[in-house]
């Protein structure tokens, strides 16, 4: 695969059982035009998605990615995937990596206005080379995301456990920790909690203890970070889900970003203030996570 892959697929009911679903596969030109104009996904953001890394093609923690894109339909009220069906589509487009990294992701739209089915595709692409952050860390600020942590219980209606097409919030966190002088941002509740970034979770450590913030509030599970806390545990540490204030972020005795593509990159400061490296552990997290994983 020189730049880009794409495979359209014709959804299927979630509980239809076959042994082959290749025949509702159509590989397209990824670099020709295949949406419609209607497609709601590009109108409105109205649909789901997963990233999921790739490793020499093998393709990182499938299942727990399509459980997520699963829970995201659902929340969404969108038609259920069929897991088989797509688990095969990723097979695919695994095969059409190239060697090193890549990242597969998975689209599930509401499809076109008034049209009678959603619209699914997958596509495949060289990863961005993110060596240097994993190794240097990036420097983050805090920004209120204006909900309180019981927000997603309250009102459902904002979809924020689900990890959607519309990413302009997202991006314009990132944007605005630019003008800061940041690297990235860290999302708070309005009332003082630690949630996640726009685009990764987040791990804290003080001293052999490792947290993360409890996937309520909507905050997406991480599937990199349960592979880190997997990883963590094995070697005897302990870690859990806490609810954690904005003031125990200067505390942390080391503090990491995770996710899918970019694995694991240590923050090195919060809002100015420096935190503590762990250039042997990140070398560690980002050895294992390179490594293939189901």
């Given at each position: 695969?020189?730049q880009r892959f794409a495979l359209i697929i014709d959804?299927?009911?979630?509980?239809?059982?076959?042994?082959?679903?290749?025949?509702?596969?159509?590989?397209?030109?990824?670099?020709?035009?295949?949406?419609?104009?209607?497609?709601?996904?590009?109108?409105?953001?109205?649909?789901?998605?997963?990233?999921?890394?790739?490793?020499?093609?093998?393709?990182?923690?499938?299942?727990?990615?399509?459980?997520?894109?699963?829970?995201?339909?659902r929340i969404c009220d969108l038609p259920a995937p069929?897991?088989?069906?797509?688990?095969?589509?990723?097979?695919?487009?695994?095969?059409?990596?190239?060697?090193?990294?890549?990242?597969?992701?998975?689209?599930?739209?509401?499809?076109?206005?008034?049209?009678?089915?959603?619209?699914?595709?997958?596509?495949?692409?060289?990863?961005?080379?993110?060596?240097?952050?994993?190794?240097?860390?990036?420097?983050?600020?805090?920004?209120?995301?204006?909900?309180?942590?019981?927000?997603?219980?309250?009102?459902?209606?904002?979809?924020?456990?689900?990890?959607?097409?519309?990413?302009?919030?997202?991006?314009?966190?990132?944007?605005?920790?630019?003008?800061?002088?940041?690297?990235?941002?860290?999302?708070?509740?309005?009332?003082?909690?630690?949630?996640?970034?726009?685009?990764?979770?987040?791990?804290?450590?003080?001293?052999?203890?490792?947290?993360?913030?409890?996937?309520?509030?909507?905050?997406?599970?991480?599937?990199?970070?349960?592979?880190?806390?997997?990883?963590?545990?094995?070697?005897?540490?302990?870690?859990?889900?806490?609810?954690?204030?904005?003031?125990?972020?200067?505390?942390?005795?080391?503090?990491?970003?995770?996710?899918?593509?970019?694995?694991?990159?240590?923050?090195?400061?919060?809002?100015?203030?420096?935190?503590?490296?762990?250039?042997?552990?990140?070398?560690?997290?980002?050895?294992?996570?390179?490594?293939?994983?189901?």
């Open positions: 695969m020189a959804p299927v009911e979630a509980s239809e059982e076959r042994a082959d679903f290749s025949g509702t596969f159509t590989v397209v030109d990824a670099a020709a035009p295949a949406l419609s104009v209607g497609e709601l996904s590009t109108q409105r953001g109205d649909g789901v998605f997963e990233s999921i890394g790739v490793i020499d093609r093998h393709a990182q923690e499938v299942i727990p990615h399509l459980e997520r894109l699963a829970n995201s339909a069929n897991q088989e069906q797509w688990r095969q589509a990723v097979a695919v487009a695994a095969a059409e990596c190239p060697a090193g990294e890549a990242v597969i992701k998975l689209i599930l739209s509401r499809g076109v206005e008034h049209g009678p089915t959603p619209t699914a595709w997958v596509t495949a692409a060289p990863a961005s080379d993110f060596s240097n952050v994993r190794r240097d860390g990036v420097k983050v600020v805090t920004l209120d995301r204006g909900y309180s942590l019981d927000v997603a219980e309250r009102a459902p209606w904002l979809l924020l456990g689900a990890k959607t097409l519309s990413y302009a919030v997202n991006m314009a966190a990132l944007r605005e920790a630019h003008r800061r002088g940041a690297d990235d941002a860290i999302f708070l509740s309005s009332d003082g909690f630690v949630l996640e970034a726009p685009t990764a979770s987040l791990i804290l450590r003080f001293g052999d203890r490792f947290v993360t913030p409890a996937p309520t509030g909507g905050i997406l599970h991480g599937t990199t970070q349960l592979s880190v806390f997997e990883y963590l545990e094995g070697r005897g540490f302990d870690v859990g889900y806490e609810r954690i204030p904005v003031t125990d972020l200067p505390r942390a005795d080391a503090a990491w970003l995770v996710s899918s593509v970019r694995l694991a990159v240590p923050i090195t400061a919060v809002d100015a203030a420096p935190l503590p490296a762990a250039p042997a552990l990140t070398t560690d997290l980002n050895h294992h996570l390179l490594s293939p994983r189901d």
